[in-house]
């Protein structure tokens, strides 16, 4: 069974950056289309960017020209650069495949953008 495991989250001032990672236990980052997801308090969750089998990406308008996703196939990684952060963009964030849900989830990695 695919594990996937979030990290790189933390507290970041406004205007900070982050970058998540999302290990898969399986080589799935290259057959699959894969996306971020966030779950806000009290929000449902949300895909915010998506990347497909052959490397063409999609952003949420609320993250365009801010955050951008990217995938080293060999590492089975998923990676999620956060630049220009926002405290809205504050939540759990997520990794899975997209679009469709093919994958339990994983723990998540909290993004606080705060001062």
């Known amino acids: 069974q695919v594990q996937l495991v979030e990290s790189g989250g933390g507290l970041v001032q406004p205007g900070g950056s982050l970058r998540l990672s999302c290990a898969a236990s399986?080589?799935?980052?290259?057959?699959?289309?894969m996306g971020w997801y966030r779950q806000a308090p009290g929000k449902q969750r949300e895909l915010v960017a998506r990347?497909?089998?052959?490397?063409?990406?999609d952003l949420a308008d609320s993250v365009k020209g801010r955050f951008t996703i990217s995938r080293d196939n060999a590492k089975n990684t998923v990676y999620l650069q956060m630049n220009s952060l926002k405290p809205e963009d504050t939540a759990v964030y997520y990794c899975?495949?997209?679009?469709?849900?093919?994958?339990?989830w994983g723990q998540g990695t909290q993004v606080t953008v705060s001062s």
């Open positions: 990347i497909d089998s052959y490397g063409s990406t």
């Open positions: 899975n495949s997209a679009p469709g849900l093919l994958f339990r």
């Open positions: 399986g080589s799935i980052v290259s057959i699959f289309g």
